[in-house]
């Protein structure tokens, strides 16, 4: 086990939104977060070692690994240079944002009894307020691993957040972060759909949004442009969304009958949009039914989708052409995904064991990453040529966390909390 404790010193950084800065539920301000030498984080109870029920009922508390393989508790320093754990913060939830950023949420109210949550910098561990413009807290009913923080191009990030609701629905928002100390932010869904489902939504480079919403009153699927302005689309809106390596939109269209191969297919759409055009361009299509339960990965500029049925349809290539990734095995209740440039993880069962298949999409060339039986993988990321993994070791039945080398060789990291981790997330 490598484990320690680190006490970092930070210049005070001034917490503000769009009408200003406020306090943090009676802790002081924070200022920043130990995190500077971070390439994952994620969160978990102190230690289920010793006073486990006094310790969870204090909630969870933020870790480190860094690029080093040492697992260490976050920190974080108030307005007085007092470093403290972030124990006392309660923080309930991390979500990639940018490059630059993540955000991070508490169970934990100011002083207005607004509910914490921090923009913080990946590079310095720097926090700002978003206390103003919502904490994301919003459903995301299509990818399993959708993100719950989108991006474009343009330091915008995409949430949808009750906060604002007043007592409707969920909205979504765009929040600019150009300047930290200052975010702003602003409801793209129109008057009549915040009191309707906001269902799924996507963004693509340009910062053109699509999402869809339904309810007794106005169902559909709208694009909200990046200049201004809606269109409604003729799109189912249970449809699926992504923003493929090109910077544009794609979505599955309904089910059409072929009469000249007498089958049933899925239509692929790329949206090709300029100002408040848009074109809807038959990319491809699928055989297979993208439903619930779905995974969307990336990896080589080429995009994947890995569905309930435990097929892989590489559903963006630079071809052009999407099809069925042939001889991959189809796992069983799928844990959890995650890729590299080169490669894709996937974290299921087969026969009732479970296992990690490694692929290389492209040469269709798979391999175990471990002998099936040894581990069942909870969590998983890939950054700095390694797998980071939250894991059950079957034969002693400690949760461990740990990471496997290009070798599947693997070296544990910290057994001491025992316990799931939650948003385990590469930040570097």
């Known amino acids: 086990m490598k484990r320690g404790l680190t006490v970092v010193l930070a210049a005070l950084v001034l917490l503000t939104g769009c009408d200003g800065g406020y306090g943090d539920g009676g802790y002081g301000n924070v200022s920043a977060l130990s995190i500077a030498d971070a390439e994952n984080l994620y969160l978990a109870p102190k230690s289920k070692t010793e006073e486990a029920a006094a310790r969870d009922a204090e909630g969870n508390v933020m870790f480190k690994i860094t690029k080093e393989g040492i697992v260490i508790e976050v920190t974080f320093t108030n307005d007085k240079g007092e470093t403290e754990s972030t124990e006392k913060l309660k923080p309930t939830a991390l979500y990639h944002a940018n490059d630059d950023y993540f955000i991070v949420v508490y169970d934990n109210y100011d002083n207005d009894g607004q509910q914490m949550s921090h ?8 926090v700002y307020s978003l206390g103003n413009v919502g904490v994301p807290d919003g459903p995301v009913n299509d990818f399993e691993n959708h993100p719950v923080v989108l991006s474009d191009g343009q330091n915008n990030l995409y ?3 009750s906060e604002y609701g ?6 979504l928002y765009c929040v600019n972060v150009s ?3 200052k975010v702003l932010a602003k409801a793209l869904t129109s008057v009549n759909d915040g009191s309707q489902q906001l269902d799924r939504y996507m963004v693509d480079v340009a910062g053109n949004v699509i999402y869809s919403h339904f309810g007794s ?11 201004g302005g809606y269109k409604n689309l003729n799109i189912d809106y249970f449809s699926f969304y992504w923003t493929a390596s090109d910077g544009k939109l794609y979505c599955v269209g309904d089910q059409v009958y072929d009469e000249t191969t007498w089958e049933y297919r899925y239509p692929i759409y790329r949206l090709d949009i ?8 038959e990319y491809g299509n699928v055989d297979f039914y993208i439903g619930g339960d779905s995974y969307y990965l990336e990896s080589g500029g080429r995009a994947y989708i890995l569905n309930n049925e435990g097929q892989l349809l590489e559903v963006y290539n630079p071809e052009g052409k999407p099809h069925l990734v042939e001889g991959v095995p189809a796992l069983t209740n799928i844990q959890t995904v995650t890729q590299s440039e080169e490669e894709l993880f996937i974290a299921g069962e087969s026969n009732g064991e479970p296992r990690v298949i490694r692929i290389n999409p492209v040469t269709g060339v798979w391999s175990d990453l471990y002998t099936p039986g040894d581990y069942e993988v909870y969590n998983m990321v890939y950054a700095g040529d390694r797998l980071t993994v939250n894991a059950l070791r079957m034969k002693d039945g400690a949760i461990i966390m740990g990471e496997f080398d290009g070798t599947g060789k693997m070296n544990v990291l910290d057994e001491t909390s025992n316990s799931k981790v939650l948003y385990l997330t590469r930040i570097k």
Do not use: D
């Open 217 to 227: 009153n106005n169902s559909g699927v709208r694009l909200v442009f990046a200049g």
């Open 166 to 171: 007043n007592g409707k629905n969920y909205e």
């Open 274 to 281: 300029e100002g408040q055009k848009v074109t809807e361009t």
């Open 179 to 181: 300047n930290p100390e």
């Open 159 to 161: 949430y949808s957040t």
């Open 119 to 126: 923009l913080a910098s990946k590079k310095t561990g720097a």
